[in-house]
């Protein structure tokens, strides 16, 4: 009963079959052919291919960096006039605050400036 149960978990992919009752298919020479021809083919096509692969790649990233720097130049101007409007805002709060400043001192010592 060991044994019969090692057996069957040993037996793996093949099925119990030994390697002496499996038979090898030898390759056939027209197979080979036809394979080195398709290696052959897919090399000559590889070898036209790579450098018009490299140059689209070149060009991508080339438009790459030139939509990078543009969309970074329109941020910045973006950004520069968000700035002038805060640095405005900032002015004109600045003057309200010295102006009630002013009125409240105007008011506190009763005379003007």
Same mark, same amino acid.
């Given at each position: 009963?060991?044994?019969?149960?090692?057996?069957?978990?040993?037996?793996?992919?093949?099925?119990?079959?030994?390697?002496?009752?499996? !038979? @090898?298919?030898?390759? &056939? $020479?027209? #197979?080979?052919?036809?394979?080195?021809?398709?290696?052959? =083919?897919?090399? %000559?096509?590889?070898?036209?291919?790579?450098?018009?692969?490299?140059?689209?790649?070149?060009?991508?990233?080339?438009? !790459? @960096?030139?939509?990078? &720097? $543009?969309? #970074?130049?329109?941020g910045l101007v973006k950004?520069?006039? =968000?700035?002038? %409007?805060?640095?405005?805002?900032?002015?004109?709060?600045?003057?309200?605050?010295?102006?009630?400043?002013?009125?409240?001192?105007e008011m506190i010592s009763?005379?003007?400036?």
């Open positions: 009963m060991g044994k019969s149960s090692m057996r069957k978990k040993s037996q793996g992919k093949n099925g119990g079959v030994s390697k002496k009752q499996q !038979k @090898k298919r030898p390759i &056939s $020479t027209a #197979e080979r052919k036809r394979t080195k021809l398709q290696v052959e =083919r897919l090399n %000559k096509s590889s070898e036209t291919m790579i450098p018009t692969l490299l140059k689209e790649a070149s060009e991508q990233e080339l438009d !790459k @960096k030139k939509t990078r &720097s $543009t969309l #970074e130049a329109e950004d520069q006039a =968000r700035d002038s %409007k805060v640095r405005e805002q900032i002015e004109t709060e600045k003057s309200k605050t010295n102006d009630s400043m002013l009125k409240q001192i009763g005379f003007s400036l």
